[in-house]
């Protein structure tokens, strides 16, 4: 009796229950709930379709600036030696000069560095003045002094003055001093010949080769340093272009994603006012349709637990179709690879033979040519020693 009881309380219950959780499940929620999910979707692929050429581009521009600086590398590495070979040749004429003459290379010396220290004394009076004429305009705009003393400090080591600190540093970056016995016992093309210029003030052609050398070092490396500014302004112009194209994407992307948080505030806003359109109208058929749902809902709801467990029935099945196949697709692919492997393998190992057997049969036709010459050269030797003796007995006749 018990029994039964239970039996036919679980009976009487199961309907409210099945209607209760019926009435739990909100479809427009879930309807919504999936078109977010879409629209979350398809803003996640343009990111990544974003993203992937952005990508791209950075490859490539990275490609470009690693090839720019491969060779700009190159040509300082190269400047660098062409002026290690202009000193190399001035120290060269120098120690030549001073063991043929000198008294004359003491004299033209004693000019140059006259000369180079009154340049010297010329460009810091020229500092001093640029000073004072800077502390004059710092008191009036110390922004304008700034600007003024970077330009000046530029014209100033662009200009004729800056001739003595130049030649001071070219000589501390050049190599050590270079051994004229050791140029003239290695036949070096450069070397001086004695006596130079016969004929000739020594004095004037000292002077007049130290002017030359200097020039060309001074020309030599002006001309690398104009290159590598080039390099550096084409470098900098690259990186603003890059910074402007930059700024315009962020500026698109800040747009376009202003734009769809407009959209997505209207269409809430706008879904929210149908929402609730439709509550009161609801709320207005809910009493006449009341009986009439619960019934549809009760019978929904026992079909959407039948078709709940047919779904969980066939994705489990499904699942598991999936799980053999991806099995199946691994152990494909590690067979595949196996074979790959064994096939290259295999192939390795008859390149090797076939490059011994190439290798044995060079040496072989080496051993065989050799052999030939050989033979050839005693058989010239004795038809040599043949003809000699003919001659021998001919003479003797």
Do not use: W
């Not at 001074?218 to 290159?227: I, L, Q, S």
């Not at 698109?252 to 809430?268: N, P, S, W």
């Not at 152990?331 to 064994?342: D, F, Q, T, V």
């Not at 490059?355 to 050839?376: P, V």
Request: aromatic share 2%.
């Amino acid at each position: 009796a018990t029994r039964d009881s239970r039996t036919k309380m679980a009976e009487a219950s199961s309907p409210s229950l099945t209607q209760t959780l019926a009435a739990m499940v909100d479809h427009e929620q879930v309807s919504k709930i999936r078109d977010t999910q879409l629209r979350m979707l398809q803003r996640f692929e343009k990111t990544n379709e974003k993203l992937s050429t952005f990508t791209e581009l950075s490859t490539a521009k990275l490609a470009t600036a690693t090839v720019q600086f491969k060779r700009h590398t190159q040509l300082i590495v190269e400047a660098r030696k062409d002026l290690h070979n202009i000193f190399r040749r001035i120290r060269k004429i120098k120690d030549r000069l001073q063991e043929d003459y000198p008294e004359a290379f003491a004299m033209a010396q004693e000019r140059v560095e006259n000369a180079l220290r009154q340049d010297e004394d010329e460009y810091n009076a020229h500092l001093l003045d640029d000073s004072a004429l800077h502390a004059v305009i710092a008191e009036a705009d110390p922004t304008a002094a700034t600007a003024t003393t970077a330009t000046t400090v530029e014209a100033g080591a662009d200009g004729p003055a800056s001739a003595a600190p130049a030649a001071a540093a070219a000589e501390q970056l050049s190599p050590p001093p270079f051994s004229l016995a050791a140029a003239e016992g290695a036949g070096d093309a450069t070397a001086v010949d004695a006596p130079l210029h016969r004929g000739l003030d020594p004095s004037v052609v000292v002077v007049s080769i130290s002017e030359q050398a200097r020039v060309a070092g001074e020309a030599e490396a002006a001309r690398a340093k104009a290159e590598v500014e080039a390099a550096a302004r084409a470098k900098a112009e690259e990186e603003r272009i890059a910074k402007e194209k930059q700024a315009e994407e962020a500026a698109r992307l800040a747009t376009e994603a202003a734009r769809i948080k407009a959209e997505e505030d209207a269409r809430v806003a706008k879904e929210a006012e149908e929402k609730a359109a439709r509550e009161r109208e609801q709320a207005e058929a809910a009493r006449v349709r009341a009986e009439e749902e619960a019934r549809v809902a009760a019978e929904k709801a026992a079909e959407a637990k039948a078709k709940a467990e047919e779904e969980a029935r066939i994705a489990k099945e499904k699942a598991e179709a999936e799980a053999a196949a991806r099995a199946k697709a691994e152990e494909e692919a590690r067979l595949a690879k196996e074979a790959e492997e064994r096939a290259a393998a295999e192939a390795a190992r008859l390149k090797a033979e076939e490059e011994q057997r190439i290798a044995k049969e060079k040496a072989e036709e080496e051993a065989r040519l050799a052999a030939e010459a050989e033979a050839a050269r005693v058989k010239a030797e004795e038809e040599a020693r043949l003809a000699a003796e003919a001659e021998a007995a001919r003479v003797k006749a």
